[in-house]
């Protein structure tokens, strides 16, 4: 027989305790819940772009602004510069298994990660992903709030900066973790290529003034995104070299192209024959860029340097 009542029973203390301790909801301590803020509501904050335009080297910029305490970023739960759990996507052998750690696929995974947040304090989280729709299945799969803002890297980089990143990671396999070096070489010595270090402003209360803060990076190189060298002749580089130049100003003669052969890529030293005119290192850098752009773009091989000669000027 049940029996339905609207009777309100004031539990003991002792049933309460044993309530919290021992009841658990979607595989987790309810205590937990109450003592690490996941009633109370979380501010969750999204950094949404597209693959190599430099969300990684911005998220602490973005993490700082709006005040959130950790940064989740290609699989890892990072805190105060530290990796206090997860694993890097980064250092899988695929690309395809780098998606899946990133989106936290794996169980075991995902669990290491919410459990971790669970016995932490703190009132904000950066979200770091490629979409609107990424970013969302990251926080549910955690545990956490759907992101009550989301913002875009272009609203933190600019179009020179964006392009700089897209060429570091489409010809050199390059990528960003926004942790120091030391953390890094201790957990993924293998993919550790070099530090970074931005100074940055950080605004303090009192008095209110902006002091210059240094963020240390470190870059790193997944084994799926090493570049494999692509060769051309010679005499077709050359070629196109020279179809560059004419296209950035017609007016502008090639005289001579060298052209060295690395390791990895390819070296130009160009001699051109322009007349004299007002912004001429101006007009030499953005042709540096027209053509190191258009080689790389259209062939895939990596230029590493482009020096440029004027000769009767």
Known sequence: MLLFTNTRVKPSPRAAQFFLTNVRFAGYNIKMFFECGFVKKIKVVALVGASGTGKSYHAKLVAQKYKTDFIIDDGLLIRNDRIIAGHSAKEEKSFIASVKT???DEKSRRDEVARKLQTEKFSGVLIVGTSDKMVKKIAARLQLPLPAKIVYIEDFASREEIDTALRTRRVEGKHVIPVPSVEVKRGYPDI??????????FMVQVPIKSIPVLHEKSLVRPSYSIPQKSHI????LSLMVKNCVDEFN????VKKIEVKDTETGYRLVIFIVLDSGTDLEKKITELRRYITDNIEKYTGILIEEVNIIIDNV
């Open 233 to 236: 002749s010679e005499r077709a």
């Open 102 to 104: 990133a989106v936290f």
């Open 250 to 253: 017609e007016n502008y003669k």
């Open 192 to 201: 550790f290529l070099s530090p970074i270090s931005v100074l940055r402003p």
